[in-house]
């Protein structure tokens, strides 16, 4: 643009012929076809998005709602969430409408008469005259916009992600975790030393309870998943999810079982309910409180209510605690544990505790993802309970783990990642907010997903331990009563910033591999597995996914090639046919040579420098197995005595 003299900009004369745009001083026509149907905006917006046609039933089966028009199921439904937010102590609560506070909704009342009204949205949370407004099972692209428009912390990374921060707690609060104890929880799970439950009175439970539901009621509105746990269609659970997050929202649409329209249709009263009321702390004055987070579980009421922690993981968690004490209650083994199968049918289970290397290993381009976290192994095989992945996402690269990496697209969400500003690229390598980062995506985003994630008996039963002392062998294969011993031990090194507090590895024991998880004693789930084991012939197997060369801070963590080798090598069956020794003091049969393997690291003396620092690490760690399994002795495991002693005797030798 040119200035004159005193600083005016003028606009120079363009040397182009006026164009001539208006014949005979007419009215100039746009040329461009014929105009939207649409006499306002409003009106053009309404003709955007259109109403999916009503599903027809379940064919063949007369549901609750099959004989009832759509408007009729959707008030039941609503009537039922309205159940569902009901305060325990108020005659009056809020009135439960469907759909967006900023859109035109539906009433409750009204419904009949397709009335569209403005529920008024009172600011003053007067509970007794206020609308909560329910935003039921929403797509994923609706829970985007939520997300994006309303929540802070929310973007879409480069790969179409949704990345969000999960607040002050971006992992688990096991210290947190409280379960009412009554009549039948007092003898009927796992309580006192070593147990993760933390008593709580069903008093207590209430009024953390009703300060949950009274906060969400306090909102405009809320989100409700009614979903699924567990493939296996005749042991499948009803859940229903309450939160104020769309970020909750999405993670548990992606991480439990999405039921299709006509499921939803007859979906009913769930068989349990969770109400998170995460961003809002628990009352420090009430009793059994030791932080403004809590975490309980009542199994009678069969509800969940979750104060003081944003963090996902806590809702997938808590549901895991339900299962592993329903499932037990149906002679059915639940287990913290990865799950694939090879082209031949062949399943292998991957038990470990937090960041032991479940996702990663049971995600293979050469087998079938059954699932990568929780399942169950009944009489007619092996189920997953969820209908998602949730993996750790620190240095995740293309190249060591694709399919993970090509599965954060749209839809998935990204939990407490770091991405460059401008172009969104997530930089996985940065933990400034969390070591813990997470991707949680639906399991159909694995190329080999098996879908139903059903398979038969599993063959190879894998016990993963990340062993921060670096002193246990990269692969060892166990006998029954050795397979028993680390089960019920869970040895791994709690990898940093999976629980809340944990800043580097640190050696743990976790019974069952997940002792965070487990409602019954350790040893029920042991004498399950056993027996299990026993009558499929499955072949035990414990694998270091941790150091090697040197503990934590000296040696290096093994190479994930080389695991994946090994891993490999069990499933093809050949690692069956190779040469063994035993190792001392721990007693294990290590294999001199695997395929793809350097055969030095095979055994660990041969990577330590020191030998004499190798010897008293490898004592030190034995001397902790021996102190955690005192815990045990006095339990008699299986039908017998005799597998009792076996497995005490399984233990390290020193
Ligand atoms: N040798 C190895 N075996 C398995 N995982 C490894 C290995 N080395 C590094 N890792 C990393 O450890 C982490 C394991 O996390 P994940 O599989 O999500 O654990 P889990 O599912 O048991 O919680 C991943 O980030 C993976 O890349
Ligand atoms: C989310 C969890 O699962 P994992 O770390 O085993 O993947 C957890 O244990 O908190
Ligand atoms: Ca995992
Ligand atoms: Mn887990």
Known sequence: MAANGNGVSTTPKSPLARIQTQKNGGICHDDSGKPVK??????????????????????????????????????????SISASLASLTRGTGPKVVRGDPAGKVQSVSHVAHHHHIEAPTISVSDSSLKFTHVLYNLSPAELYEQSIKYEKGSFITSTGALATLSGAKTGRSPRDKRVVIDDTTQDELWWGKGSPNIEMDEHTFMV??????????????VFVNDQFLNWDPQ?????????????????????????????????????????????FPCNRYTHYMTSSTSIDLNLARREMVILGTQYAGEMKKGLFCVMHYLMPMRQILSLHSGCNMGKDGDVALFFGLSGTGKTTLSTDHNRYLIGDDEHCWSDNGVSNIEGGCYAKCIDLSREKEPDIWNAIKFGTVLENVVFDEHTREVDYGDKSVTENTRAAYPIEYIPNAKIPCVGPHPKNVILLACDAFGVLPPVSKLSLAQTMYHFISGYTALVAGTEDG???????????????FIMLHPTKYAAMLAEKMQKHGATGWLVNTGWSGGSYGSGNRIKLPYTRKIIDAIHSGSLLNATYHKTEVFGLDIPTEIKGVPSEILHPENTWADKKAYKETLLKLAGLFKKNFETFTNYKIGKDNKLTEEILAAGPNF
């Open 208 to 221: 953390n309870r009703e300060r949950a539901v009274d906060y969400l009621n306090s909102l405009d509105k």
């Open 38 to 79: 649409a006499q306002t905006i409003d009106e053009l917006h309404s003709l955007q998005r259109k109403r999916s046609a009503p599903t027809t039933p379940l064919d063949g089966v007369q549901g609750a709602f099959a004989t009832i028009s759509e408007d009729e199921r959707q008030r039941q439904q609503l009537q």
């Open 235 to 279: 042991n499948r659970i009803k859940v229903r999810i309450v939160s104020a997050r769309a970020y909750h929202s999405l993670f548990m649409h992606n991480m439990c079982i999405r039921p299709t329209p006509e499921e939803l249709e007859n979906f009913g009263t769930p068989d349990f309910t969770i109400y998170n009321a995460g961003q």
């Open 502 to 516: 944990i800043k580097e590895p640190t050696a743990t024991f976790s019974a069952c591999f997940g002792a965070a």
